[in-house]
């Protein structure tokens, strides 16, 4: 299907294989660490390629910049999607998160659901999904705050059913991009009211120029993005960090 992957992900490398037929990047990777620089597990890579190179290489390929602010990746993430992209997508960050206990993982409809409910197959644990909507089959006894939707400029209350958060639960949050935090903002508030632990968050794409991704770090959670967006122009094209 997507040229760059496919056949391909089969290759995906574990943390607990060989060291000695690691390629490329992640070679490199090594032999830092041999000079006394630190690594922090093995990075995952498919085709040789580590996932956030991947994922880099299908912004590039296959992104749209529509302009400065907004990044269409309609191709494989948001509306087409790649499911073997997003093996490799949640392979990484479960190797990411590792030990960390995670038991559950929230995500907001409705980019968020497919990168997440493949992920919940590699972490194993179950998906729940923020609804933007009221709807009857909705249960009124439910966590609601208020986000600012980046893409569509408007209000939403965003709920999850009591039903299933609870305060045992140790979260990662899954977005498909992170851009003013608002998205991010109102999980972390409806898993906190929960009662539940805040692990982290695992983001496809983040916009480091807008300000989302280093004010949420600042107030101490973990963010995970895979590829990080420096600058980006419709004439000019992309930057990563
Ligand atoms: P935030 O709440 O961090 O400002 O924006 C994050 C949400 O807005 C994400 O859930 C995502 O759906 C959407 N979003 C933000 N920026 C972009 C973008 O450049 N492209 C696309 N496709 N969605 C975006």
């Not at 983040?206 to 590829?227: M, T, W």
């Amino acid at each position: 299907m997507i040229p760059h992957i496919d056949g391909k992900v089969n290759r995906v490398r574990h943390k607990n294989r060989p060291f000695g037929d690691l390629p490329g990047f992640c070679e490199k990777r090594l032999r830092a660490s041999r000079a006394g620089a630190t690594i922090k597990g093995i990075l995952v890579i498919v085709g040789g390629w580590s996932v956030m190179q991947l994922l880099e290489q299908r912004i590039l390929a296959e992104g749209e910049v529509k302009s400065s602010e907004i990044l269409k990746v309609d191709r494989f993430l948001n509306h087409q999607m790649d499911p073997k992209l997003f093996l490799a997508m949640a392979e990484e960050w479960k190797r990411l998160f590792d030990g960390c206990g995670v038991n559950k993982l929230v995500t907001i409809e409705a980019s968020g659901i497919g990168i997440a409910a493949v992920a919940g197959l590699v972490f194993d644990c179950p998906v729940v999904f923020a609804k933007k909507t009221k709807s009857r089959n909705v249960s009124d006894d439910a966590y609601t705050t208020v986000v600012h939707s980046f893409t569509h400029g408007n209000d939403n209350t965003i709920r999850i059913s009591r039903e299933y958060l609870s305060p045992s639960d140790r979260v990662l949050v899954i977005d498909d991009f992170l851009a003013n935090g608002a998205a991010l903002d109102g999980l972390i508030t409806l898993i906190e009211n929960a009662g539940a632990t805040v692990v982290g968050a695992g983001i496809a794409v983040e916009k480091a120029f807008q300000p989302g991704g280093a004010r949420i770090r600042a107030r101490g959670y973990r963010v995970e993005s895979l590829a990080r967006v420096q600058s980006m122009n419709p004439e000019t094209g992309i930057v990563f960090c």
